[in-house]
């Protein structure tokens, strides 16, 4: 029984550094390219099941990444990218004086309300959370490999969760486009 996790290939919307969130932005080319390169680099790597966030960059990167592979894919909203609110779409937002949504990548500690028809951290925390105990623990329990493909904060949650991390250390765990990262 093993669990890893993986975020889905680049975007349009990566390369120009507009914020994404639940907005539903397809793979680029490059995102395709990634995620064929990683299927060829973890070919090897068993999996029994599949977890996805249903945003199509996510589906997309685990339909290429699992091609040809008898590996059933399951969506599930629970896995969608953290909501950015009104800031979703926004370009280098990190180039704005008091943007309220850098405290989120700057200090996450201090993000505590969201942004307006934003997310907050701890209601990021509870549908993942409850993701995790209803699903992923009683796979894990019955010896499954399982796969999550999901996005960067999201995946960040879920590794923080797992891992133990304190709010401060959210994006510590550096999550990179396609590459693959084994939590249990």
């Known amino acids: ?23 539903d932005v397809p793979l680029n080319e490059e995102g395709r390219r990634m995620a064929e390169k990683a299927r060829e680099e973890y070919k090897d790597v068993h999996f029994d099941v599949c977890w996805c966030s249903p945003l199509i960059r996510a589906k997309e990167t685990a339909e290429i990444l699992l091609r040809g592979r008898d590996i059933p894919i399951i969506t599930d909203d629970r896995l969608r990218e953290m909501s950015f609110g ?28 969201p942004v307006e028809d934003g997310e907050s951290l701890d209601e990021l925390f509870e549908r993942t959370g409850s993701f995790l105990k209803e699903v992923i623990e009683p796979h894990l329990e019955g010896g499954l490999d399982i796969l999550i493909v999901g996005h960067g904060a999201m995946n960040s949650s879920i590794i923080s969760r797992i891992k133990g991390f304190e709010r401060k250390d959210f994006w510590s765990a550096g999550i990179e486009n396609c590459k693959l990262m084994k939590l249990v």
Not at 94 to 112: G, R, V
């Open 1 to 23: 029984m093993s669990l890893y996790i993986m975020r889905h290939g680049k975007t349009d919307w990566n390369e120009k550094h507009k914020l994404q969130g639940r907005t």
């Open 86 to 113: 009104i800031y979703e779409g926004q370009e280098n937002s990190f180039e704005i004086p008091d943007c309220p949504i850098n405290t989120l990548f700057w200090a996450p500690q201090d993000y505590k309300t």
